[in-house]
């Protein structure tokens, strides 16, 4: 075995797929195994077992979890060999089934682990062996040693996490299955199907498919508005091309009718008409930003500051900008996280010739995109829970938390700020460009504008009074009305 800890947490959890309809829905996806070899990886205690269609002739079972390797044991006959041990590992020292190393399966079903966090050691032996495979979460790592088991034409079902879907650290993955491992069927549903357990992940997915060579069609089912599955022969189906679903690999895969909608009367991305940048960081936040404490009285990883007296709020000279002030002094900050359209920061950052030549050159900093920094532009949290939230921002440092859009135009400010803060907005990055909750720039520079957006900003003053409204619930509602009707009118025009 390999000689260090794989995993940074030595307690390893296992949710088990026993609610609703999820192992009836993969067994049936996976389709006949009679006569056939299948791989279980992490077997769990077996629930996909008892769906299986047909009488396999032999099942290698896979579990780090002695106890539930037991509970299989005791409830299944069939040819069952279970295997104790990390599928992961064993498949790593290519010595998975000592018997039979290179013992290849008819088919693979699982429920592998995620939200395992490989420790530094492993990870660098993983970087070693699969230098453009995302290595940090174990579920895609997981899915690539399982599919390489896999005969040619061989027949696989997983459940894991939706985010390889968009995610740009799983788009080696996405390759990997579309050039080898064709999927057929991708099932999107809520984690609650679950029943009590509670994942860090929103939304899950049922994927199957075949080994080989180039896409095929593929039938996609979105089930998240679904309180619980229905039975598969009663799930309404929305086909995609091969070819169509081959070309969005690297941006990603979304349900074409999520695509279609949202699409409509759309042309432009922000990223055509704006730059999306995310910012700074210290490396020392403690020692290099300060707050109001008459503003901030949580505790918080910085330090109170005479704000009146220490902090510049007035435009900085270029020189100023670039190297700092020759006293101690400080510049308004934009940290991640809500806030509103006009809300006035109560972070700062320090901006002495010290602290900026620190920022530039210790190896912990990240002086990135100074250039954007002191601009005038539009704030967007990168970690966002529900609605997305967009704040104007002028005059200010932005840090790695935040996404700064910087239109080329300031005549579309006004329009920007409220796009952005609309529900229609939110729903498209959700459904159509990235349903995790971290919104990198890549993904922020992805959302589509509708069609008449330059004309929109004859609009300009009444955008400005509707982010002015002193009540969110009503600012958010007027916001809403004016980009539906602006969708409304163009899509009728």
Same mark, same amino acid.
């Given at each position: 075995?390999?000689?260090?800890?794989?995993?940074?947490?030595?307690?390893?959890?296992a949710?088990?797929?026993?609610?609703?309809?999820?192992?009836?829905?993969?067994?049936?996806l996976?389709g006949?195994?009679?006569?056939?070899?299948?791989?279980?990886?992490?077997?769990?205690?077996?629930?996909?077992?008892?769906?299986?269609?047909?009488?396999?002739a032999?099942?290698d079972?896979?579990?780090?979890?002695?106890?539930?390797?037991?509970?299989?044991?005791?409830?299944?006959?069939?040819?069952?060999?279970?295997?104790?041990?990390?599928?992961?590992?064993?498949?790593?020292?290519?010595?998975?089934?000592?018997?039979?190393?290179?013992?290849?399966?008819?088919?693979?079903?699982?429920?592998?682990?995620?939200?395992?966090?490989?420790?530094?050691?492993?990870r660098?032996?993983?970087?070693?062996?699969?230098?453009?495979?995302?290595?940090?979460?174990?579920?895609g790592?997981?899915?690539?040693?399982?599919?390489?088991?896999?005969?040619?034409?061989?027949?696989?079902?997983?459940?894991?996490?939706?985010?390889?879907?968009?995610?740009?650290?799983?788009?080696?993955?996405?390759?990997?299955?579309?050039?080898?491992?064709?999927?057929?069927?991708?099932?999107?549903?809520?984690?609650?199907?679950?029943?009590?357990?509670?994942f860090?992940?929103?939304?899950?997915?049922?994927?199957?498919g075949d080994?080989?060579?180039?896409?095929?069609?593929?039938?996609?089912?979105?089930?998240?508005?679904?309180?619980?599955?229905p039975?598969?022969?009663?799930?309404?189906?929305?086909?995609?091309?091969?070819?169509?679903?081959?070309?969005?690999?690297?941006?990603?895969?979304?349900?074409?009718?999520?695509?279609?909608a949202?699409?409509?009367?759309?042309?432009?991305?922000?990223?055509?008409?704006?730059?999306?940048?995310?910012?700074?960081?210290?490396?020392?936040?403690?020692?290099?930003l300060?707050?109001?404490?008459?503003?901030?009285?949580?505790? #918080? *990883?910085?330090h @109170?500051?005479?704000? +009146?007296?220490?902090?510049?709020?007035?435009?900085l000279? =270029?020189?100023?900008?670039? $190297?700092?002030?020759?006293?101690?002094?400080?510049?308004?900050?934009?940290?991640?996280?809500?806030?509103?359209?006009?809300?006035?920061?109560?972070?700062?950052?320090?901006?002495?010739?010290?602290?900026?030549?620190?920022?530039?050159?210790?190896?912990?900093?990240?002086?990135?995109?100074?250039?954007?920094?002191?601009?005038?532009?539009?704030?967007?949290?990168?970690?966002?829970s529900?609605?997305?939230?967009?704040?104007?921002?002028?005059?200010?440092?932005?840090?790695?938390?935040?996404?700064?859009?910087?239109?080329?135009?300031?005549?579309?400010?006004?329009?920007?700020?409220?796009?952005?803060?609309?529900?229609?907005?939110?729903?498209?990055?959700?459904?159509?460009?990235?349903?995790? #909750? *971290?919104?990198? @720039?890549?993904?922020? +520079?992805r959302?589509?504008?509708?069609?008449?957006?330059? =004309?929109?900003?004859?609009? $300009?003053?009444?955008?400005?009074?509707?982010?002015?409204?002193?009540?969110?619930?009503?600012?958010?509602?007027?916001?809403?009305?004016?980009?539906?009707?602006?969708?409304?009118?163009?899509?009728t025009s």
């Amino acid at each position: 075995m390999l000689n260090h800890a794989l995993y940074t947490d030595d307690n390893i959890q296992a949710h088990y797929t026993n609610g609703g309809r999820i192992a009836e829905f993969m067994g049936s996806l996976l389709g006949s195994v009679e006569g056939k070899s299948v791989l279980e990886p992490a077997v769990g205690q077996g629930a996909f077992l008892a769906h299986f269609m047909g009488d396999p002739a032999s099942i290698d079972a896979v579990d780090i979890d002695a106890s539930a390797l037991d509970h299989t044991r005791g409830f299944y006959h069939g040819p069952l060999n279970l295997i104790h041990g990390d599928f992961i590992e064993l498949a790593m020292e290519e010595g998975l089934f000592l018997q039979s190393p290179l013992k290849r399966y008819d088919a693979v079903i699982s429920n592998p682990p995620y939200g395992l966090k490989f420790s530094k050691e492993f990870r660098r032996l993983l970087k070693a062996r699969y230098p453009d495979f995302y290595v940090r979460e174990s579920y895609g790592l997981f899915i690539k040693l399982a599919l390489e088991r896999l005969i040619e034409k061989g027949r696989y079902v997983f459940i894991v996490p939706d985010t390889f879907l968009n995610s740009n650290n799983h788009l080696p993955l996405r390759r990997f299955l579309i050039n080898h491992f064709s999927p057929s069927h991708i099932i999107l549903f809520r984690s609650r199907l679950f029943g009590t357990v509670q994942f860090g992940y929103g939304s899950f997915c049922i994927i199957a498919g075949d080994r080989q060579r180039g896409a095929q069609t593929v039938h996609w089912a979105d089930l998240r508005n679904e309180n619980a599955l229905p039975k598969i022969e009663s799930v309404s189906w929305d086909f995609e091309n091969a070819d169509e679903f081959a070309a969005h690999t690297t941006t990603g895969w979304v349900p074409p009718t999520k695509r279609r909608a949202s699409m409509v009367a759309h042309s432009t991305t922000l990223g055509d008409v704006a730059e999306c940048r995310t910012g700074i960081y210290t490396g020392d936040n403690t020692a290099y930003l300060g707050f109001d404490p008459m503003r901030l009285q949580r505790r #918080a *990883n910085g330090h @109170a500051i005479s704000w +009146s007296e220490q902090v510049r709020f007035a435009p900085l000279t =270029e020189d100023e900008k670039t $190297n700092g002030f020759p006293a101690q002094l400080y510049v308004p900050l934009i940290r991640g996280g809500h806030r509103e359209p006009f809300e006035q920061t109560f972070w700062a950052i320090k901006w002495d010739h010290a602290a900026v030549h620190h920022y530039r050159t210790d190896k912990k900093a990240r002086l990135q995109n100074s250039r954007f920094y002191f601009r005038e532009g539009i704030a967007l949290p990168m970690v966002t829970s529900g609605r997305l939230t967009a704040s104007y921002m002028e005059n200010s440092v932005f840090d790695q938390g935040v996404v700064g859009v910087f239109p080329r135009s300031k005549d579309l400010l006004p329009f920007l700020l409220v796009y952005l803060n609309s529900t229609y907005v939110s729903r498209v990055l959700k459904e159509t460009i990235n349903p995790s #909750a *971290n919104n990198s @720039a890549r993904y922020i +520079s992805r959302i589509p504008l509708p069609e008449g957006y330059a =004309e929109a900003c004859a609009q $300009n003053e009444q955008y400005q009074k509707i982010l002015a409204l002193p009540d969110r619930k009503q600012r958010l509602s007027a916001i809403d009305d004016a980009i539906s009707g602006l969708l409304t009118n163009r899509s009728t025009s």
